[in-house]
């Protein structure tokens, strides 16, 4: 669609060869795709909904190349639309969550519910998807920024302090940047900041390790977490589980807290994960797993991708995202696999 656009713009470059519009080439609005969906995802906690809005902002840009004077440079200009359609999206929706938000933890023995609609949770994103993967530092904002927990906190602001905080301190962009941006002045950026910061301050934002590849001690919990899991072995997986660790499965809205809990759940109603298949990924700057369960017709079919949370050694927290529809080929993984575990 994009390029059908370029072909329309560059049918009429003809006309002027000082035209912006003659100046203007595909690649070089999709350099900046990678960042748009970063800061589109942290203001709406989808991944889907953040691919629709950075999709909704190259098609407007293209309509409005045009009008654009230069008065701004094109970032500004770009993220000003992507702002813009950002705030719209947000206001035709309820806040994005995760089950622990929604009610207190539950028993094994309780009701699973209906799964309802995934459209009410906080999605994970491949860091595939990212911008910030050169430079050392940019690569530990992106991770510091994309946590679940971080993704969830900033849903509990009003979006355009939303929009503030993420512009200010997660992309550097200055006071006044921001300003012209929103059509604001410095002052009220600056106070909707700092009613940002004191938001954030109070929710729970438990630190978590990011995924450190290079890292012994973290490739080795792993590693056993993943030989405890394909083994079944419950008494090596719970004593990888902090205490107060917590699991939860969405799109169902419970979730379990402590190492019992968990266990009880794999040996009850989680019983059909035995024998399953994990494949390391990475998500949200968390180490992650995709996991196949055996198919009653042979080989294993999709079943949840796993996000790990991880602090001082242990795990603190078990995201298990059932959409493997949607999730699974947006982390490049296989449909399915045969019986020799190899793509199917």
């Known amino acids: 669609m994009l390029v059908a656009y370029a072909d329309q713009r560059m049918i009429g470059s003809h006309e002027s060869q000082s035209s912006p519009v003659a100046m203007l080439a595909p690649e070089e609005l999709e350099e900046h795709r990678g960042p748009l969906i970063g800061y589109s995802y942290r203001m709406l906690g989808s991944v889907t909904e953040a691919e629709d809005a950075v999709q909704e902002t190259m098609l407007r840009a293209w309509r409005a190349w045009d009008g ?12 000003r639309i992507a702002t813009n359609v950002c705030l719209d999206m947000l206001k035709a929706r309820q806040r994005r969550a995760r089950p622990m938000e929604i009610g207190p933890a539950w028993y094994i023995d309780g009701p699973l519910g209906d799964p309802g609609t995934g459209e009410r949770w906080i999605e994970p994103i491949p860091d595939s998807m990212l911008a910030g ?3 050392p530092a940019d690569v530990a904002v992106t991770r510091e920024t994309i946590r679940l927990a971080f993704i969830a906190a900033l849903q509990h602001l009003p979006p355009r302090q939303r929009a503030i905080l993420i512009l200010r301190e997660v992309l550097g962009w200055s006071a006044a940047e ?55 072995d419950l008494d090596s997986f719970v ?21 019992d809990r968990v266990r009880a759940w794999m040996i009850g109603p989680g019983i059909g994960c035995r024998g399953s298949l994990l494949f390391p990924t990475v998500a949200n700057g968390l180490p992650a797993f995709g996991q196949y369960r055996p198919d009653p017709d042979g080989g294993y079919h999709p079943w949840a991708l796993h996000v790990l949370e991880i602090s001082g050694g242990v795990v603190v927290g078990l995201n298990y995202f059932l959409d493997t529809e949607t999730l699974f080929p947006r982390f490049g993984m296989p449909a399915r696999l045969d019986e020799s575990g190899g793509a199917g």
């Open 68 to 79: 654009f004077e230069g008065r701004a440079s094109r970032r500004t200009w770009l993220y």
């Open 133 to 135: 993967r050169g430079d």
């Open 178 to 232: 921001v300003a012209g941006l929103l059509d604001t002045t410095v002052v009220s950026v600056n106070s909707a900041l700092q009613r940002a910061r004191t938001t954030l301050s109070e929710a729970d934002l438990a630190d978590s390790d990011p995924h450190m590849p290079m890292d012994p001690a973290q490739q080795d919990l792993l590693d056993r977490y993943l030989e405890a899991f394909e083994h079944y």
């Open 239 to 259: 004593s990888l589980l902090h205490e107060d660790v917590t699991q939860s499965m969405p799109p169902y809205e419970m979730w379990l807290e402590g190492p």
